[in-house]
């Protein structure tokens, strides 16, 4: 700024004045990329300096020398996304994501607030203190400025506090078609904005004067930022839940062919132990005639079949299969399995739903023991029976006491699979109109499912 008048730095007074809520907004989006992206120390900082000293410099650069919004506006999107490129870790395509929501952020909530205050300012002037055609000061324009930033501020903590399952655990391809629509919204806002540099707006053709001109073109711009941020966050979070939605259904269908599967073996292996009586007469024979070589083929093949059976007969063939490989597990892991299940005889449960349940919560009560040190009391206890006309499930398991004070009750290596297993259970429960209670005590976890028989009408807190 050296060897400019006062009255020209005066003329810069509003980049000037915004310039520490801008930084504070480069450090802001500095720590929303680091959280979601991942960086060093030394690029959050790098890329905080240079984000604010770019624009900072952009600003002036584009009023002393009246360059086009245009080709600053271009020229600022491609410098922000390389700033985000270069300096963060993550994978391209979440980059990009995480870019363009913070380019349209500044520009929507920036524009949505100077046009909401700047038309509340002029209506104010004009109906309160009578002024036919009012006119933003130079100070009023750098309040605005002032409280624009601060809103963008507040926006991007917004996001910090409340993306973390939109940019957690996507394939790359689901954000590269979530950026899209942001950078076109971006366009969209760049175009609307030259426009309005060129003049270029919703006037009343001159028959209402210049304060409605002025009220109309900052009702445009407030409309358009509204809508566009309206849409922005309608899409991403209705793409989070669609994506959601995609992998609890592919979980349960894969699920379902996994227990058809164990079904099935058990199916197999309850139809060798039923024939066991002629395989004995016919490994006699073999054994009388001395054919070696066919006797032990005929054992090899016994012993792929898996003559081994459950101890847990339900009712339920699948169920059956359930608890006998989760039995089986618990077993290799030195758990103490307790078992006593009787499934309704009356169908009112889908067998598959059943396995669901029965799954899910051996699955993450197996979990829960294995990760008890060696030594420690490793427990399942399983019971279900027939109560007031409604199925009682409750499994009890060991527990962590470490993962008992931070309330986790499940561990996967990928952290988007948390909670899924528990998430496809109270589907299940809430199809059948039933209700689930989960308490950690004493390093033990319980779950309790009632969920009401065919014909059941009755309130279902009476019977728990």
């Given at each position: 700024m050296k060897g400019m008048s006062m009255k020209e730095i005066l003329e810069y007074a509003d980049i000037l004045a915004a310039a520490p809520f801008s930084l504070i907004y480069a450090r802001a989006a500095g720590k929303f990329c680091k959280k979601y992206l991942g960086a060093s120390k030394r690029n959050e900082r790098l890329f905080i300096l240079l984000s604010f000293g770019?624009?900072?410099?952009?600003?002036?650069?584009?009023?002393?020398?009246?360059?086009?919004?245009?080709?600053?506006?271009?020229?600022?999107?491609?410098?922000?996304?390389?700033?985000?490129?270069?300096?963060?870790?993550?994978?391209?395509?979440?980059?990009?994501?995480?870019?363009s929501m913070l380019l349209m952020n500044a520009r929507l909530a920036g524009v949505f607030c100077?046009?909401?205050?700047?038309?509340?300012?002029?209506?104010?002037?004009?109906i309160v203190q009578k002024i036919p055609e009012p006119f933003l000061s130079g100070r009023e324009n750098v309040l605005i400025d002032c409280i624009q930033y601060g809103f963008v501020i507040f926006t991007v903590y917004w996001m910090y506090k409340h993306l973390?399952?939109?940019?957690?655990?996507?394939?790359?391809?689901?954000?590269?078609?979530?950026?899209?629509?942001?950078?076109?919204?971006?366009?969209?806002?760049?175009?609307a904005s030259w426009g309005a540099s060129n003049g270029i707006l919703l006037r009343s053709g001159g028959r209402m004067g210049l304060y409605y001109d002025q009220i109309f073109s900052h009702a445009e711009f407030f409309l358009l930022s509204l809508l566009c941020m309206a849409a922005a966050i309608f899409y991403v979070f209705g793409m989070h839940r669609i994506y959601a939605e995609q992998e609890k259904s592919s979980r349960y269908h894969s699920q379902i062919a996994v227990y058809k599967m164990l079904a099935e073996q058990y199916r197999q292996s309850e139809s060798l132990r039923h024939d066991m009586k002629n395989h004995i007469i016919a490994l006699s024979a073999l054994s009388r005639n001395k054919e070696w070589e066919n006797l032990s083929c005929y054992l090899k093949n016994m012993e792929e079949s898996g003559?081994?059976?459950?101890?847990?007969?339900?009712g339920s063939s699948a169920v059956d299969a359930i608890l006998y490989q989760k039995r089986k597990r618990a077993k290799e892991e030195e758990i103490q399995w307790e078992c006593d299940v009787q499934i309704?005889?009356?169908?009112?449960?889908?067998?598959?739903?059943?396995?669901?349940l029965f799954g899910n919560i051996l699955d993450n009560a197996i979990e829960a023991c294995e990760r008890i040190q060696c030594g420690g009391c490793r427990f399942i206890c399983i019971q279900a029976k027939i109560v007031k006309k409604c199925f009682l499930l409750e499994v009890k398991n060991s527990m962590d006491m470490a993962q008992e004070c931070g309330k986790r009750f499940t561990e996967k290596d990928k952290p988007?699979?948390?909670?899924?297993?528990?998430m496809n259970v109270s589907d299940v429960v809430r199809g059948y109109n039933g209700v689930m209670h989960k308490e950690a005590e004493n390093s033990c976890f319980a779950i309790s499912i009632l969920i009401p028989l065919s014909g059941a009408a009755h309130d279902m807190k009476t019977s728990v």
């Open positions: 770019g624009g900072f410099i952009l600003e002036l650069a584009g009023r002393k020398y009246l360059v086009p919004y245009i080709f600053t506006a271009v020229f600022h999107v491609v410098f922000y996304m390389g700033l985000v490129m270069l300096l963060f870790w993550s994978d391209r395509e979440k980059r990009i994501l995480a870019a100077v046009s909401l205050l700047s038309g509340m300012v002029l209506f104010f002037r004009h973390e399952p939109v940019f957690d655990g996507k394939p790359g391809k689901w954000y590269a078609v979530l950026a899209v629509p942001l950078l076109v919204i971006i366009i969209v806002y760049d175009v003559l081994e059976t459950g101890a847990d007969l339900t309704p005889k009356d169908g009112t449960i889908n067998e598959f739903d059943l396995c669901v988007q699979e948390h909670g899924i297993g528990l």
